[in-house]
């Protein structure tokens, strides 16, 4: 590791469990940070002793053991914990490019106005690697000055900060989301985060809707291939915007069940 004086003024956060397989590529594309703060909610695979190693190296690494609150509340503790002056949020299966890492120093040198950046984010497609550049997800909060932000912890998942005030969008540079789940496992995910979400949604008394049981799935469909651009990654483009679809029909198809079975509650009638 390079003296630490050279170290951006930088707190990466990160939670994880049982991640022994991708948190090592994480941690090496954050040398330039000055802390790098793991909460790890009870791994039982390699994962401790992998963050062991980079410890003993002089990694710049503060790890802690805390019990499973959701992801919103996790990532709340983990920001909690970092005590540099900007904070970068990211995922044990994710890392920088070559590019964000660089515009770092001009990032977090901006006006004192703005208080975070979004920043885009590539995926990793199976029978294409990663998306091109021009290819991108929406771009979400990562980087916030500390004490400028906070986790909303109403949100089960696809949790993010809510800043409090001025955020940009970053121009250059991407983080990298490398966990490459063939379909049978991506359809579990799938499954698993649209029943967070439409337990969430029915918690806060959102209504079942036909029209979005009809309609969220295709324009999901059409928002991530036309315009996130996933058409030019051809059939793996394809896939991943599928998947999307898929995601979002079963996230409205669980919220109107959820609704239905306490209107008519799954009796058999028959005899």
């Not at 590539?122 to 998306?131: A, D, K, Q, S, V």
């Not at 998947?243 to 959820?258: E, P």
Request: aromatic share 10%; charged share 20%.
């Amino acid at each position: 590791m390079d003296d630490a004086v050279s170290r951006l003024p930088i707190s990466a956060f990160i939670i994880c469990l049982n991640e022994e397989r991708y948190l090592g590529n994480c941690i090496e594309s954050l040398a330039d940070c000055a802390e790098i703060v793991i909460v790890d909610s009870g791994s039982t695979d390699g994962t401790l002793a992998l963050i062991r190693t980079y410890i003993d190296q002089g990694w710049p690494i503060r790890v802690f053991q805390e019990a499973w609150r959701g992801y919103a509340a996790q990532k709340q503790f983990a920001l909690d914990q970092c005590n540099q002056p900007w904070a970068l949020n990211i995922d044990a299966d994710e890392r920088l490019d070559a590019t964000l890492a660089k515009a770092l120093p001009e990032l977090i040198g901006a006006d004192v106005a703005v208080v975070g950046w979004r920043v885009a984010r590539r995926p990793y497609l199976i029978g294409l690697g990663y998306t091109p550049e021009h290819v991108r997800e929406r771009k979400n909060l990562r980087l916030i000055r500390k004490g400028k932000g906070a986790y909303d912890l109403s949100q089960t998942v696809h949790e993010g900060i809510i800043p409090s005030g001025q955020v940009n969008d970053a121009g250059a540079g991407s983080i990298l989301h490398f966990r490459p789940l063939i379909m049978d496992e991506q359809i579990l995910k799938e499954n698993r985060y649209s029943t967070l979400k439409a337990d969430q949604q029915v918690a806060q008394g959102k209504p079942a809707s036909v029209m979005k049981l009809i309609f969220s799935p295709p324009i999901y469909f059409l928002r991530l291939y036309f315009r996130h651009g996933l058409w030019r990654c051809g059939v793996p483009g394809f896939i991943q915007s599928a998947t999307g679809a898929v995601y979002a029909f079963l996230t409205q198809a669980k919220i109107y069940q959820r609704h239905a079975m306490k209107r008519h509650p799954t009796v058999d009638t028959a005899g």
